[in-house]
């Protein structure tokens, strides 16, 4: 919506510097637990049913 | 109207027109599968359905809305006028009467041999022509798109191409790529057989073409989504794209390792020999990585925008995000498809793991999330975003929007989850009615249902996507300001030639399509396997 | 390139590093599965003219079901036509190695045995040849899974898996479902 132009004018050098004295250290831990979700997902298949499924080929 | 705005909504409404009907098609398919009782069931009224569903969303839908955000993308980033637009319409009307003759035939019950062909069954020649029609038409647009950027670029050396456009002619140059296994397909073997010119045709060959298309082209569909993650949704939540360089790299990953990996839709075909099944299932794995680098960097601009809003801690700026705005929403719902749909592909691309999920329900789970789901839920975002500017209205509220967004998303959980499930009892593909007499079929009844219930919430929200688009847009738009993409942290001033144009990854795709492909196309002459004979299903075959 | 770039880039990284790891580890388990576990899908490439599949040697009407070889390796030939399986019903022992080979002589078509790794197209000019051992006794579902025309939801077949000491060949080696 078009209120976010004003916005946009946005952060000053400031505000964008302090913050990214954060940035990523929360995506990296939201992305890595996203990640590590799904090789635990990934295992639980591997190992729980297409490992007892049985040779073939 | 100028006359971008009506290049860009005349392909669009054609796309979502398609979609819209094709949902409806979708539900009944789901009732006639279910326990419950339901009309017309024949399977000649499903396998037509089946065909017009699938044809409907991934040729139509997908094709007219590319090219038409790609038209807006070439003139809003490149902020200059499209060149050729008389060759973008004519584009477009060679797409629309390609679309019209493909549906005609799909209806008239002579072309239900499913949108992945299944050569030797042989459809009527106006379904091959009319896709070869809408196929032609977005070549058009493709070279369209390379003149746009070319002539950019020479007015602006040394100057980075905008994200947005490098995404867009990314995509036209994967396409280019793309479309040469199924116009190879088409021309030489479908097409012929169709006609009554050839009577036998060699099915491995056949299909070995195909699958060169068969998986690109979902990363051409997927680029638009990709596009709107790094240059509209971290704008569209008030922060910054935290590194233009990972989505340039991305975009070009892209390019490379989502051509040479057809055959991970071939695993379970006997006449592809292992060694090959294998590269192209490392290959398959290192197309991973484009979308594991972006929700990174995608998840890193979000944050910036939440904090930017006062989110402290590890994870405030999570809730401090402007959610209610559709594109903010509408990247959180398709990071989460994302997941599901991502997990369930790396299963589907494991070589072994692939014996369990072939062509049973995970596989259809899987597509409905990641390209019904994660993808479309994004074109959604991208027409509510670029909506004002065609139609010169603002949304008189994001309501309508936010609630189309969230039915869509419980929708497509609801329907594509016990797909999972079902797919791993053994449940198979294609079927028009299961014998519930069967006890091991019985027990998949109620999930069925479940699926069914998943998909009336997805009709609702197509038709309410409709009625947004038609009567949200009201109120007069304060003042034609020039549409804006995302800023990046920091200007970009530079960067490496190689991530500025394509003449390098051309090359490199050269490369890996003739170690990929090379010797399992040319394999088919050696060998000379017998062919089948031609199947007609035009004349009730 | 400024502090905050450079920053940025070493981020990036990093998070590459952890997503090739990631990667790594499912192709080391994909690779584990073809070589250490025998999970490998059909890729024999055996040609076979599917317009005299019934005057071939092997798929004719008289040789296709279960056989005990004369080498004691138990094989199970099939047909997948439009739009059933010959035979209909199959009779494979249980913790043995078995050889099932399809053919087709129309269209493609394809198989999966309900609970089992066992799948495979089966495409028209080739023979699939699966093998595997069935662990579970009892009555499975195999489906053609693949869309091969309007007949096709109807097309499914049963592999009923006995016991060792049920499974008995007749004096050519075959053995066939019992009629119900």
């Known amino acids: 919506m078009r209120e976010a132009d004003s916005e946009n004018e946005g952060p000053t050098e400031a505000q964008l510097n302090e913050v990214m004295k954060q940035v990523p250290r929360g995506a990296a831990v939201l992305a890595g637990f996203a990640v590590f979700l799904l090789m635990l997902g990934y295992s639980f298949v591997y190992f729980v049913i297409f490992i007892p499924r049985g040779v073939v080929g | 109207m100028r006359s971008l705005e009506r290049l860009t909504l005349a392909h669009l409404w054609v796309a979502f027109a398609a979609f819209a009907i094709a949902c409806f098609f979708g539900v009944w398919q789901m009732w006639a599968r279910s326990p419950l009782p339901a009309p017309f069931v024949t399977p000649d009224n499903y396998f037509l359905a089946v065909t017009e569903h699938g044809v409907s969303m991934a040729f139509v839908l997908t094709t007219f809305f590319v090219m038409g955000f790609g038209y807006f993308t070439a003139e809003t980033a490149l902020e200059r006028p499209l060149p050729g637009k008389t060759f973008g319409w004519i584009g477009f009307i060679l797409g629309l009467i390609g679309a019209a003759m493909a549906s005609y035939a799909i209806l008239s019950g002579r072309a239900s041999v499913l949108y992945t062909f299944y050569p030797p069954l042989t459809a009527s020649p106006y379904f091959y022509l009319g896709l070869v029609l809408v196929i032609v038409g977005s070549w058009i647009w493709c070279v369209l798109m390379i003149v746009a950027m070319a002539q950019w670029k020479r007015a602006n050396p040394n100057v980075p191409v905008p994200l947005a456009m490098f995404g867009t002619v990314a995509n036209a140059i994967m396409w280019l790529w793309t479309t040469a296994g199924v116009a190879a397909e088409v021309l030489f073997i479908v097409l012929p057989a169709s006609l009554g010119l050839i009577h036998t045709i060699d099915v491995g060959l056949t299909r070995t073409l195909f699958s060169w298309t068969l998986h690109p082209i979902v990363y051409f569909w997927l680029f638009p989504a990709y596009i709107a993650f790094y240059t509209m949704a971290p704008k569209a939540a008030g922060g910054r794209l935290y590194s233009d360089l990972m989505g340039r790299l991305s975009f070009v990953l892209f390019i490379l390792y989502s051509l040479p990996v057809g055959f991970h839709h071939l695993f379970m075909d006997p006449q592809e020999p292992a060694g090959f099944k294998f590269l192209q299932m490392f290959l398959t794995l290192l197309v991973t990585v484009p979308t594991l680098l972006t929700i990174f960097t995608i998840t890193a601009s979000f944050e910036i925008a939440g904090r930017l809003r006062g989110g402290r801690g590890l994870f405030g700026w999570i809730p401090a995000l402007p959610w209610e705005r559709p594109m903010v929403l509408a990247t959180g719902l398709s990071f989460v498809m994302l997941f599901f749909g991502g997990g369930g592909g790396l299963v589907n691309m494991g070589y072994g793991l692939n014996a369990m999920v072939h062509n049973t329900s995970w596989v259809t789970a899987h597509f409905h999330l990641i390209f019904g789901g994660a993808v479309v839920v994004m074109y959604f975002a991208i027409a509510y975003e670029i909506w004002p500017r065609l139609v010169g209205h603002e949304p008189s509220s994001s309501m309508p929007q936010r609630i189309q967004l969230w039915l869509w998303f419980l929708g497509m959980m609801t329907m594509s989850l016990p797909w999972h499930w079902l797919g791993l009892q053994g449940q198979w593909r294609r079927v028009a009615q299961f014998d519930y007499s069967n006890p091991i079929i019985a027990a998949w009844g109620p999930w069925v249902v479940v699926s069914l219930i998943g998909g009336l919430l997805l009709l609702a929200s197509a038709l309410l996507f409709v009625w947004n688009l038609l009567f949200l847009y009201r109120k007069p738009e304060a003042a034609r300001l020039p549409f804006r993409f995302a800023l990046p942290v920091h200007p970009v001033t530079h960067v490496p030639a190689s991530l500025n144009g394509f003449g390098l990854w051309n090359v490199l795709v050269a490369f890996l399509m003739l170690a990929a492909f090379g010797w399992p196309i040319a394999q088919a002459f050696v060998i000379e396997a017998p062919h089948a004979v031609v199947h007609r299903v035009d004349r009730g075959g | ?180």
């Open chain 3, 1 to 180: 390139m400024s502090n905050l770039e450079q920053e940025i880039l070493r981020h990036e990284r990093r998070w590459t590093a952890g997503v090739i790891i990631a990667v790594a580890v499912i192709l080391g388990a994909v690779l584990y599965a073809a070589f250490a576990l025998h999970v490998n899908p059909p890729s024999n490439i055996e040609t076979i003219d599917p317009k005299t599949l019934h005057l071939s040697a092997e798929f004719t009407e008289s040789n296709l079901g279960t056989r005990v070889e004369a080498g004691g390796q138990v094989t199970t030939r099939i047909v997948t036509a439009q739009f059933a399986f010959n035979p209909q019903c199959i009779v494979v022992p249980a913790n043995e190695p078995v050889t099932l080979r399809l053919a087709s002589p129309d269209v493609i078509h394809g198989i999966l045995v309900t609970g089992t790794n066992v799948n495979s197209m089966v495409v028209p000019g080739y023979v699939s040849q699966i093998r595997t051992v069935f662990t579970k006794t009892g009555d499975l579902l195999m489906p053609c899974h693949e869309f091969c025309g309007f007949g096709h939801s109807q097309m499914w077949a049963t592999v009923r898996v006995v016991p060792r000491e049920n499974f008995r060949p007749d004096a050519n080696g075959r053995v066939a479902c019992e009629k119900s």
